[in-house]
């Protein structure tokens, strides 16, 4: 069973930056889709990027692209996003999600394990 934890949401102006973290505990040594997802109020729930934790390879939604990165510290089993030149409308809940790789990590779909989230919050 894969546990995953977020931390580093927060309130910042627009332009600013701020780093979200996810702590995955239940799946040592074996490979995953880690995921960013988030959803802002009154609106379904989007994916933003994705990571293969052995690849490495990335995914964006095109909203984010250039401002974000995800990555990853595997000797930390941690996923990170890091969000720059932030708009209001990146307000939402975070939340970090897994599964298994099976044919591409490219996708917002069929995520099984998912954190409680961390708010992000931009102001104007």
């Known amino acids: 069973q894969v546990q995953l934890v977020e931390s580093g949401g927060g309130s910042v102006q627009a332009g600013g930056s701020l780093r979200l973290a996810c702590t995955a505990s239940g799946y040592t040594g074996r490979t995953y889709c880690m995921a960013w997802f988030r959803q802002a109020p009154g609106k379904q729930r989007e994916g933003v990027a994705t990571?293969?934790?052995?690849?490495?390879?990335?995914y964006y939604t095109n909203s984010v692209k250039g401002r974000f990165t995800i990555s990853q510290d595997n000797a930390k089993n941690t996923v990170f996003l890091q969000m720059n030149s932030l708009k209001p409308e990146d307000t939402a809940m975070y939340y970090c999600a897994a599964d298994p790789p099976y044919s591409t990590c490219a996708r917002f779909t069929g995520y099984n394990y998912w954190g409680q989230g961390t708010q992000v919050t931009v102001s104007s």
């Open positions: 990571i293969h934790t052995a690849l490495g390879t990335t």
